[in-house]
């Protein structure tokens, strides 16, 4: 597919300028990091450089219409609307660019205080979430699941072409990527067994999927149209959604997951802002059936976003990649499910995530799980290591890339990263003593 790039631009920041930059001046997404002695405050990514919003706040730089930027969070700009994120960025682009405005490059004192080495500071979550919601939006993550557990002549549920599907999350448990988690403890049972036992869980899954932001909110009690949904969308980023699937087995019957995905949902530190996957857009998928009328497609809101997950065993030298797909397999766009999620007059709220849902493509080598990647445990795959896996083990650290590829350069969303520690240990639970000694 050929892609339609913004004009070619460079930066005074040599290495932004480089092919294979995550973070070049077309992308410039958002996070809050921190260095020595220094609070959590927003930034932007450029090249090896970490450009400190708030500093350029101070002394006037930039201006998003109310002081936003010494904060620990996004949130507060976020809720500045779409114009003050135009503002913003059109005037980033103006100081960082190669032959732009001239004011942070000649103030030597300036640029030592607001453009950091990346490799110098910490990251911290680029926003407060203040509710997750989890879609079913892949076409193929959703048949394969289907064919596992109910049949291929049953895989897709009836109402899955005709609606987003999705489940009420966890926000106080999404974290930033590079936060270790423990393997979750919960109830399980075997097909053949009679009873449920307790303990880790043995079968503990990554789900590859793209996270929308909410910058604007919604009214309470009203709905609001695809079109309206699309605008209310600050960015994008990488969402790991955890999940231990024995667990989620024996609990998602009749209303769906809730301790099997509670324990972490990891994301990825940078927020890429929509203008700049506006040259990415694509159309949506062919439709089995039309969509009803507050659903139906407005223009290209899908994206092609290239999509890859890698796999790293305790000590091992390196990671074996084990998956390539691209978000433009989803058949529902975030915009559609913001839509669809506000239309009974549920009230949405700036720092809302939606996590689009497993990414998977046709090809065993594009599924976006290690559930289907596996078959349910049945066909193990092989790492470059020479270690077979069915599940996570105990150790295993994934990561997650992705980048939308223009004429001259990409956007990236850097990584998402994610390591499994041991389970923690079980608390002497009342009466299993005295069981125990008879």
């Given amino acids: 597919m050929t892609i339609v790039s913004e004009p070619s631009?460079?930066?005074?920041?040599e290495s932004a300028n480089l092919r294979?930059?995550?973070f070049p001046i077309q992308n410039l997404p958002y996070g809050v990091f921190s260095s020595a002695g220094s609070a959590p405050r927003c930034g932007v990514a450029l090249g090896d450089r970490v450009i400190d919003l708030g500093e350029l706040e101070t002394v006037e730089l930039i201006d998003a219409g109310a002081p936003v930027f010494a904060s620990p969070s996004l949130n507060r700009f976020m809720a500045r609307g779409p114009s003050a994120w135009a503002r913003v960025r059109r005037r980033l682009v103006e100081l960082l660019s190669e032959g732009g405005d001239r004011r942070l490059l000649d103030d030597h004192d300036l640029r030592a205080r607001?453009?950091?080495?990346?490799d110098k500071v910490r990251m911290h979550m680029p926003f407060k979430v203040d509710g997750y919601t989890d879609f079913y939006a892949g076409r193929h993550h959703a048949t394969n699941v289907g064919m596992m557990f109910r049949g291929a002549e049953n895989a897709l549920p009836q109402n899955w072409l005709s609606i987003p599907i999705g489940y009420n999350g966890r926000a106080s448990t999404v974290v930033v990527s590079g936060t270790d988690f423990r393997r979750p403890?919960?109830?399980k049972k075997a097909p053949a067994a009679e009873l449920p036992v307790f303990g880790p869980s043995a079968r503990l899954d990554f789900e590859l999927e793209m996270?929308?932001?909410v910058g604007m909110p919604s009214r309470f009690g009203e709905p609001i149209t695809v079109a309206e949904a699309d605008a209310m969308i600050f960015g994008y980023v990488l969402l790991n959604d955890w999940s231990a699937r024995d667990i989620?087995?024996?609990e998602y019957q009749p209303l769906g997951p809730f301790q099997a995905k509670a324990f972490a949902t990891s994301i990825s530190p940078w927020v890429v802002p929509k203008a700049a996957l506006e040259p990415f857009a694509v159309a949506a998928p062919k439709r089995d059936r039309p969509l009803l009328p507050y659903l139906r497609d407005q223009g290209p809101m899908f994206y092609d976003i290239e999509l890859e997950v890698r796999l790293r065993p305790e000590g091992a030298a390196r990671a074996t990649t084990i998956a390539r797909t691209n978000s433009r397999e989803l058949y529902y766009s975030a915009a559609q499910q913001l839509a669809h999620h506000a239309v009974s007059g549920c009230l949405m709220n700036t720092g809302d995530l939606l996590g689009s849902g497993t990414i998977s493509?046709?090809?065993?080598d594009s599924r976006g799980s290690l559930l289907?990647?596996?078959w349910g445990g049945a066909e193990p795959i092989t790492l470059d290591t020479g270690e077979a896996r069915t599940f996570l083990e105990d150790g295993d650290t994934v990561t997650f890339s992705a980048w939308a590829e223009g004429e001259d350069y990409r956007v990236g969303f850097g990584e998402c990263v994610g390591k499994v520690l041991p389970a923690p240990a079980e608390p002497p639970w009342p009466g299993e003593r005295e069981n125990a000694d008879g």
Avoid: F, Y
């Fill in 361 to 364: 493509g046709r090809s065993k």
């Fill in 20 to 22: 294979d930059c995550d």
């Fill in 114 to 118: 607001a453009v950091r080495p990346a």
């Fill in 211 to 213: 996270g929308a932001v």
């Fill in 185 to 187: 403890l919960g109830q």
């Fill in 372 to 374: 289907e990647l596996t």
């Fill in 9 to 13: 631009r460079c930066s005074w920041i």
């Fill in 248 to 250: 989620q087995a024996w």
